[in-house]
């Protein structure tokens, strides 16, 4: 009778761990080369806006759902709300054969004010579908090496320089969480 619990149990853990299988992304090469444009320098045309009528050619909508797929795995609606695609919001600038999308959660989709850190991702796809380049956020850049955290130039205490700043801070992110922070306290003797 125990090892029926045991395997039940086992069972019910493993099915928790399973999520639907999705298009493996690692088997390409990134090119770190791609800058991606910066995507809240200017506002976007917001799609949803009732009696509107868009257009969207099906490049676009196959590398927005690559981008979400490879960010947000298909999954079944028990999902936190924050990792659902409906909770997301979508920038896309498209530049050639390039497609350059945004992705940060929404958190007034979830009933918040703020979203989780590190929830949005920036891609580059190519319009045949393929991931030219990835940058999720909280992980780092490996087209800028010199990025290690400490400023090249070192600046006053709360400023950034503008190359820091690549088209302002995602408009979902408190202004709090904007900040340089504070500088550490002087060594006492």
Same mark, same amino acid.
Do not use: M
């Given at each position: 009778m125990k090892k029926t619990y045991f395997i039940l149990a086992s069972a019910l853990v493993l099915a928790g761990c399973m999520r639907a299988a999705a298009p493996s992304?690692?088997?390409?090469?990134?090119?770190?080369?791609?800058?991606?444009?910066?995507f809240f320098a200017q506002p976007a045309v917001a799609l949803g806006t009732e009696g509107t009528v868009y257009e969207l050619d099906g490049d676009?909508?196959?590398?927005?759902?690559?981008?979400?797929?490879?960010?947000?795995?298909?999954?079944?609606?028990?999902?936190?709300?924050?990792?659902?695609?409906?909770?997301?919001?979508?920038?896309?600038?498209?530049?050639? =054969?390039?497609?350059?999308i945004r992705i940060d959660e929404d958190p007034k989709a979830c009933g918040r004010t703020h979203p989780?850190?590190?929830s949005g991702a920036s891609y580059a796809i190519h319009r045949d579908g393929r991931i030219?380049?990835?940058?999720? =956020?909280?992980?780092p850049d490996v087209a800028k090496p010199e990025?290690?955290?400490?400023?090249?130039?070192?600046?006053?205490?709360?400023?950034?320089s503008p190359?820091?700043?690549?088209?302002?801070?995602s408009p979902f992110l408190?202004?709090?969480?904007?900040?340089?922070?504070s500088p550490a306290p002087a060594p006492r003797p």
């Open positions: 992304p690692s088997n390409h090469e990134e090119d770190p080369s791609i800058t991606f444009p910066p676009t909508l196959r590398a927005l759902t690559v981008a979400a797929r490879d960010l947000l795995p298909l999954r079944d609606t028990t999902v936190s709300c924050g990792s659902r695609w409906e909770s997301q919001q979508y920038r896309v600038v498209r530049q050639g =054969d390039v497609i350059f989780a850190l590190d030219l380049r990835r940058l999720i =956020d909280g992980q990025d290690a955290g400490v400023p090249s130039t070192l600046g006053e205490p709360g400023t950034a190359e820091v700043l690549s088209g302002g801070p408190p202004l709090s969480w904007q900040d340089a922070g």
